[in-house]
């Protein structure tokens, strides 16, 4: 008789942290807030629509919209440009459901809006930040059209809450949810309406 003898994993496996680079070990990305001092961080793919009625001030009506045609699921960017972000902040991407899990975009990605019907997908896969992307979404994207994520795909409790307008129909499973502070007050259901629903988010929603 013979045994055969499976390997069996430790069952506490050392889990490798996420170590992201430091936000000098970047390219700097200097915000720029109108078509005068803009340079396209992936020219020919998408670019910054700046709100030129906000003067020189901050504004949060700039957006982000496609330069080509893209087809469903096509990689929109890599965040390659990534670092460690010093604190949850708007501008910050949570990536992991520790404190400290959290990151900055670095590119012109930083501007893409929030939508309750989002066109493409902030996609992170546990522990393997070399595979993080944008991925565009199930119905594509036009040339011209508007880059938007759904922000409590990655977000459990965010920085800075805001009352969404972006008029996403009532008749429909992606209707505008109005209030956005993030996945924490939204049910599963209602995440998953809206698109990929990240590992972390879902552990922590099963958790909560
Ligand atoms: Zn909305």
């Avoid at 109108?34 to 949060?60: C, I, L, M, W």
């Avoid at 997908?121 to 522990?127: G, H, I, K």
């Avoid at 996403?168 to 599963?188: D, F, M, V």
Wanted: glycine content about 8%.
């Amino acid at each position: 008789m013979t045994v055969t003898v499976t390997p069996v994993a430790p069952a506490t496996a050392p889990v490798k942290a996420v170590v992201l680079a430091a936000p000098e070990a970047v390219t700097p990305y200097p915000k720029p807030y109108n078509n005068e001092t803009y340079k396209p961080t992936h020219p020919g793919r998408f670019r910054v629509v700046f709100d030129q009625s906000a003067g020189a001030g901050e504004s949060f009506s700039s957006k982000l919209v496609a330069e080509r045609d893209y087809a469903p699921g096509e990689t929109l960017a890599l965040l390659d440009n990534k670092s460690a972000a010093p604190v949850k902040a708007y501008s910050s991407v949570q990536y992991g459901a520790g404190p400290n899990d959290h990151l900055e975009l670095n590119s012109d990605l930083l501007f893409m809006n929030h939508s309750c019907a989002p066109t493409v997908e902030m996609v992170l896969p546990s522990r393997q930040p070399e595979r993080w992307e944008v991925r565009v979404g199930p119905a594509g994207v036009k040339k011209g059209g508007d880059l938007t994520f759904f922000y409590p795909s990655t977000e459990w409790d965010m920085a800075q809450g805001f009352t969404c307008s972006c008029g996403a129909k009532t008749h429909t499973s992606q209707n505008c949810l109005g209030e956005i502070n993030g996945a924490k007050y939204l049910t599963l259901e209602q995440l998953e309406e809206r698109g990929l629903v990240n590992d972390h988010i879902r552990a922590l929603k099963a958790g909560q």
